[in-house]
């Protein structure tokens, strides 16, 4: 390990941050070396993102000091720490659709300064992405970037600033294999310009493969930093769960039973066709069927037709041509009524967008899809079943009355997986349903879903860009390529290889 | 309280800055208004009614600021019933079962015709994603103009003294006056009570509410539940415009007794636009409709009387109109912002 100097680029002393009901960094303590890749890792809920937002100024830490190259840096808004050189990567870009990537980038520069002219910054713009290695029109509307152009056009941003310590939170858990491995390439070249950069994730093989040293996060402390020869998968388990029953949930030994063929189908969609947005076919002649107690895992890269398919699959998005079968009714455009009062689960992965209204609290929205039926609502009960199920569950929150956008990314989608786990009598349908989830998370999830199919006789339709995941899960893979179904494989013989090239070709 | 106050001196410094209006007169102005508070109490009712009204589809995301017009109709519909129904000449008795089945009847139908002249922009949404608002704004005056073709129509009265108005409604259909408290009905305060009581627990207590809820936060997970947005959209609509058609209608019964000519010109007060201050005031929370409507009540009659104090002080060309809204807009501004920076926590940074 090769630093530049023995004097960190970043210091964190003591640090604590208090939110309501949760003590959300315990006196937290880390050293940042100019010239190193460091990686916070923790579950959900840790703390990794609140002491990378107090660096970053956007939360003013109660208690602690921070020093950025021995100079003590009092950040009371994101200004300051840009201002030191401190760029923070949000897992969601903070871009304004409706400009250009230039007048994106200008807007930033602007205000803190640095330039002004477009032209330059056309120029710049044009130059710093080759550099990055991902060329981005700069006269292309923000809006319509894929996630991964987004956040090329936000290392623009945090390049061209001058920055020498960038926080990268969670940004690769959106991003394809590919894209991954170029986006590492770019850490790197930055750790060998003497750059020093922290990068905040919940997946170990991630942060074994990229950093120099791994700090651990539990309940808002940190438990030990590590050096590149003390890696070990195992212990850094061990650290970042603490045994929490870890072992109970290792994903072996739960393969589900095979079901004869000729049993009827629980779902069975035929030539399905339907468009996006704009328009264009999303699918294109999809013909899926599950039959009771199997999981259908549809894998594909992202884009493929994965979000429409839920979409019909749930009845929020209506077919062009097609037939949708529930339990052998026919249910094409009948509506998400229909769809949901024949017992169908659905999680998704922006739950804050298609399952909850975070303004809302907990119960609330558990109230909207487990109610004791008719058409009063007992509070009292209902908050009780959701206390009952945030135990169940393990869901971190303060109270069943707290409003669900307080709740950490984790939190939420755990919330959504319970409330849709305890709803779904029939079937249920995934779409990338682990993406802010940790490792532990992931197989407790995984886990009680092949419970349910195991005893309930649930169908799971389990849609996921990671191939790993599809292997691990399902019964059946289907890929989905371009809207199309390419092929329908019987998990237990089918190659890797051949799956990976339908889902490029 | 203390923001409010707030507001009030500062109105009243530009006010004096202007016309230099001396404190005692504006403060005693400001007092008076309090202590007459049986004037208050009316217009609080009335914006109580119609703020639950207007509050209920602001929860829903129906922009109803057709509340005037869905008024109007519940007037029409009021006056119909015991004017010119058939049912009006059964019940012309005086036996008071028969009034309160009039009175009864009058109400309902007026609540039916405010909640059908909402439904009909939120028809008109929901299948042509139309927005309700320049609808309902159009649909405000359309209610005018109906109301004045009947007036000055078939309904046009008799003994009007050639005026061109309808004649009064009969003495057993009004509203009942608390004796005592002249300027109040007890149908209007039962209203009040049960309106403002129902929704609240529509809202947190009935699946209904809950549709409401998510409809104005997040639609999509309305529907992914399994619900269909259109018909809560719908039933927003109907809801609000019931309530708001009921208030006219008990202005009519309660109050007017009869409809006047132009009634555009002022004649209703304007309460269905000014309840959306009222709205917009209680910040979406049903718990601070009577508190908002207690400050707007308030402050519009004191704009009122200060207008009159105003009197002789003006330069030719600027009202005393123009003043007390001044007077208003300034103290709402203040109320407003101190309770988003209580919600908020605005955090002021001077920089080098």
Do not use: C
């Given at each position: 390990?090769?630093?530049?100097?023995?004097?960190?680029?970043?210091?964190?002393?003591?640090?604590?941050?208090?939110?309501?009901?949760?003590?959300?960094?315990?006196?937290?303590?880390?050293?940042?070396?100019?010239?190193?890749?460091?990686?916070?890792?923790?579950?959900?809920?840790?703390?990794?993102?609140?002491?990378?937002?107090?660096?970053?100024?956007?939360?003013?830490?109660?208690?602690?000091?921070?020093?950025?190259?021995?100079?003590?840096?009092?950040?009371?808004?994101?200004?300051?720490?840009?201002?030191?050189?401190?760029?923070?990567?949000?897992?969601?870009?903070?871009?304004?659709?409706?400009?250009?990537?230039?007048?994106?980038?200008?807007?930033?520069?602007?205000?803190?300064?640095?330039?002004?002219?477009?032209?330059?910054?056309?120029?710049?713009?044009?130059?710093?992405?080759?550099?990055?290695?991902?060329?981005?029109?700069?006269?292309?509307?923000?809006?319509?970037?894929?996630?991964?152009?987004?956040?090329?056009?936000?290392?623009?941003?945090?390049?061209?600033?001058?920055?020498?310590?960038?926080?990268?939170?969670?940004?690769?858990?959106?991003?394809?294999?590919?894209?991954?491995?170029?986006?590492?390439?770019?850490?790197?070249?930055?750790?060998?310009?003497?750059?020093?950069?922290?990068?905040?994730?919940?997946?170990?093989?991630?942060?074994?493969?990229?950093?120099?040293?791994?700090?651990?996060?539990?309940?808002?402390?940190?438990?030990?930093?590590?050096?590149?020869?003390?890696?070990?998968?195992?212990?850094?388990?061990?650290?970042?769960?603490?045994?929490?029953?870890?072992?109970?949930?290792?994903?072996?030994?739960?393969?589900?039973?095979?079901?004869?063929?000729?049993?009827?189908?629980?779902?069975?969609?035929?030539?399905?066709?339907?468009?996006?947005?704009?328009?264009?076919?999303?699918?294109?002649?999809?013909?899926?069927?599950?039959?009771?107690?199997?999981?259908?895992?549809?894998?594909?890269?992202?884009?493929?037709?994965?979000?429409?398919?839920?979409?019909?699959?749930?009845?929020?998005?209506?077919?062009?041509?097609?037939?949708?079968?529930?339990?052998?009714?026919?249910?094409?455009?009948?509506?998400?009524?229909?769809?949901?009062?024949?017992?169908?689960?659905?999680?998704?992965?922006?739950?804050?967008?298609?399952?909850?209204?975070?303004?809302?609290?907990?119960?609330?929205?558990?109230?909207?899809?487990?109610?004791?039926?008719?058409?009063?609502?007992?509070?009292?009960?209902?908050?009780?079943?959701?206390?009952?199920?945030?135990?169940?569950?393990?869901?971190?929150?303060?109270?069943?009355?707290?409003?669900?956008?307080?709740?950490?990314?984790?939190?939420?989608?755990?919330?959504?997986?319970?409330?849709?786990?305890?709803?779904?009598?029939?079937?249920?349908?995934?779409?990338?349903?682990?993406?802010?989830?940790?490792?532990?998370?992931?197989?407790?999830?995984?886990?009680?879903?092949?419970?349910?199919?195991?005893?309930?006789?649930?169908?799971?339709?389990?849609?996921?860009?990671?191939?790993?995941?599809?292997?691990?899960?399902?019964?059946?893979?289907?890929?989905?390529?371009?809207?199309?179904?390419?092929?329908?494989?019987?998990?237990?013989?089918?190659?890797?290889?051949?799956?990976?090239?339908?889902m490029v070709m | 309280m203390g923001s409010l106050l707030t507001g009030l001196v500062m109105s009243y410094l530009i006010i004096w800055a202007t016309v230099g209006l001396d404190p005692l007169s504006f403060f005693t102005t400001f007092y008076q208004t309090l202590v007459s508070y049986t004037g208050l109490l009316e217009s609080l009712l009335f914006l109580t009614i119609l703020g639950?009204?207007?509050?209920?589809?602001?929860?829903?995301?129906?922009?109803?600021?057709?509340?005037?017009?869905?008024?109007?109709?519940?007037?029409?519909?009021?006056?119909?019933?015991?004017?010119?129904?058939?049912?009006?000449?059964?019940?012309?008795?005086?036996?008071?079962?028969?009034?309160?089945?009039?009175?009864?009847?009058?109400?309902?139908?007026?609540?039916?015709?405010?909640?059908?002249?909402?439904?009909?922009?939120?028809?008109?949404?929901?299948?042509?994603?139309?927005?309700?608002?320049?609808?309902?704004?159009?649909?405000?005056?359309?209610?005018?103009?109906?109301?004045?073709?009947?007036?000055?129509?078939?309904?046009?009265g008799r003994y009007t003294y050639g005026y061109i108005r309808t004649d009064m409604i009969s003495e057993s259909a009004r509203l009942t006056v608390i004796p005592g408290l002249e300027t109040l009905r007890y149908e209007v305060v039962i209203a009040a009570i049960v309106v403002l009581v129902s929704i609240y627990l529509i809202l947190d207590h009935t699946l209904l509410g809950l549709?409401?809820?998510?409809?104005?936060?997040?639609?999509?997970?309305?529907?992914?539940?399994?619900?269909?947005?259109?018909?809560?959209?719908?039933?927003?609509?109907?809801?609000?415009?019931?309530?708001?058609?009921?208030?006219?209608?008990?202005?009519?019964?309660?109050?007017?007794?009869?409809?006047?000519?132009?009634?555009?010109?002022?004649?209703?007060?304007?309460?269905?636009?000014?309840?959306?201050?009222?709205?917009?005031?209680?910040?979406?929370?049903?718990?601070?409709?009577?508190?908002?409507?207690?400050?707007?009540?308030?402050?519009?009659?004191?704009?009122?009387?200060?207008?009159?104090?105003?009197?002789?002080?003006?330069?030719?060309?600027i009202s005393a109109y123009a003043f007390s809204q001044i007077f208003i807009g300034t103290t709402l501004i203040v109320y407003t912002l101190t309770r988003i920076t209580k919600e908020f926590s605005v955090k002021l940074v001077i920089r080098r």
């Amino acid at each position: 390990m090769v630093f530049s100097s023995t004097q960190p680029a970043l210091r964190v002393t003591g640090v604590t941050k208090r939110f309501p009901g949760v003590l959300a960094l315990d006196r937290v303590s880390l050293d940042l070396y100019s010239g190193e890749i460091h990686s916070l890792l923790g579950e959900n809920g840790s703390g990794k993102s609140t002491l990378a937002k107090v660096i970053a100024g956007i939360y003013v830490p109660d208690e602690g000091s921070i020093e950025v190259l021995g100079k003590s840096l009092k950040p009371v808004s994101p200004a300051d720490a840009i201002n030191h050189g401190i760029f923070y990567l949000p897992q969601s870009p903070n871009l304004i659709d409706k400009l250009t990537v230039t007048e994106n980038v200008l807007l930033t520069l602007r205000s803190y300064g640095v330039m002004s002219k477009v032209k330059e910054v056309k120029g710049l713009v044009i130059r710093e992405a080759q550099n990055i290695g991902s060329p981005i029109d700069p006269e292309a509307e923000v809006g319509k970037l894929s996630y991964t152009q987004k956040q090329v056009v936000e290392l623009l941003k945090a390049s061209l600033l001058g920055t020498r310590i960038l926080l990268v939170d969670e940004v690769t858990t959106y991003l394809p294999r590919s894209v991954r491995e170029k986006f590492y390439e770019y850490l790197n070249r930055l750790k060998s310009e003497g750059k020093a950069v922290l990068l905040i994730t919940h997946k170990i093989p991630e942060a074994i493969e990229v950093a120099d040293r791994i700090t651990v996060m539990r309940s808002g402390k940190v438990v030990k930093t590590l050096e590149r020869k003390e890696f070990d998968i195992g212990l850094i388990r061990k650290l970042m769960f603490e045994n929490n029953g870890l072992s109970a949930y290792t994903a072996e030994g739960l393969s589900v039973e095979h079901i004869t063929k000729d049993e009827k189908a629980v779902i069975r969609l035929e030539d399905v066709w339907a468009t996006d947005e704009s328009g264009n076919y999303a699918l294109r002649g999809v013909r899926i069927s599950v039959r009771p107690r199997e999981i259908l895992g549809i894998v594909g890269i992202s884009g493929s037709g994965q979000r429409e398919l839920s979409e019909v699959l749930i009845g929020l998005r209506s077919v062009e041509r097609g037939r949708y079968y529930l339990d052998g009714v026919d249910v094409t455009n009948k509506g998400s009524k229909v769809v949901r009062a024949a017992g169908v689960g659905f999680v998704s992965e922006v739950p804050l967008y298609y399952s909850l209204s975070g303004d809302l609290s907990l119960t609330e929205n558990m109230a909207l899809v487990i109610r004791d039926g008719g058409l009063f609502l007992s509070l009292k009960s209902l908050s009780a079943k959701t206390r009952e199920i945030m135990e169940k569950y393990g869901i971190v929150a303060a109270s069943p009355k707290t409003q669900a956008k307080v709740l950490s990314g984790g939190n939420v989608m755990r919330f959504v997986i319970a409330r849709e786990l305890e709803f779904a009598r029939k079937a249920l349908i995934a779409l990338n349903p682990t993406r802010s989830l940790d490792e532990r998370s992931v197989l407790s999830f995984i886990s009680t879903l092949k419970k349910r199919v195991r005893i309930d006789g649930l169908s799971v339709v389990y849609i996921s860009e990671s191939l790993d995941e599809v292997l691990q899960v399902s019964d059946v893979i289907a890929v989905i390529n371009n809207g199309k179904i390419m092929g329908v494989y019987d998990r237990r013989t089918v190659e890797r290889e051949v799956l990976e090239k339908l889902m490029v070709m | 309280m203390g923001s409010l106050l707030t507001g009030l001196v500062m109105s009243y410094l530009i006010i004096w800055a202007t016309v230099g209006l001396d404190p005692l007169s504006f403060f005693t102005t400001f007092y008076q208004t309090l202590v007459s508070y049986t004037g208050l109490l009316e217009s609080l009712l009335f914006l109580t009614i119609l703020g639950t009204a207007i509050s209920i589809a602001f929860y829903g995301s129906y922009w109803n600021v057709g509340a005037e017009g869905q008024y109007v109709l519940g007037m029409l519909g009021a006056i119909y019933v015991v004017m010119f129904s058939p049912l009006s000449g059964f019940l012309s008795g005086n036996d008071l079962v028969s009034a309160a089945v009039l009175k009864l009847a009058a109400i309902l139908l007026g609540g039916a015709l405010g909640a059908l002249w909402s439904l009909i922009p939120g028809l008109i949404k929901v299948f042509t994603k139309i927005s309700e608002i320049p609808i309902m704004l159009l649909m405000n005056y359309i209610a005018y103009s109906l109301s004045d073709y009947l007036t000055a129509g078939p309904w046009k009265g008799r003994y009007t003294y050639g005026y061109i108005r309808t004649d009064m409604i009969s003495e057993s259909a009004r509203l009942t006056v608390i004796p005592g408290l002249e300027t109040l009905r007890y149908e209007v305060v039962i209203a009040a009570i049960v309106v403002l009581v129902s929704i609240y627990l529509i809202l947190d207590h009935t699946l209904l509410g809950l549709k409401f809820k998510f409809l104005g936060t997040n639609p999509t997970a309305l529907k992914s539940s399994g619900f269909d947005e259109r018909k809560v959209t719908v039933s927003v609509a109907t809801i609000s415009g019931f309530i708001a058609g009921l208030a006219g209608a008990m202005r009519l019964l309660g109050y007017d007794y009869r409809l006047p000519y132009n009634i555009g010109d002022g004649k209703t007060g304007f309460y269905g636009y000014t309840a959306i201050l009222v709205a917009w005031l209680s910040f979406r929370d049903i718990r601070f409709i009577v508190p908002s409507a207690i400050i707007v009540s308030a402050l519009s009659s004191f704009g009122y009387r200060i207008q009159m104090s105003l009197k002789g002080l003006l330069p030719p060309g600027i009202s005393a109109y123009a003043f007390s809204q001044i007077f208003i807009g300034t103290t709402l501004i203040v109320y407003t912002l101190t309770r988003i920076t209580k919600e908020f926590s605005v955090k002021l940074v001077i920089r080098r």
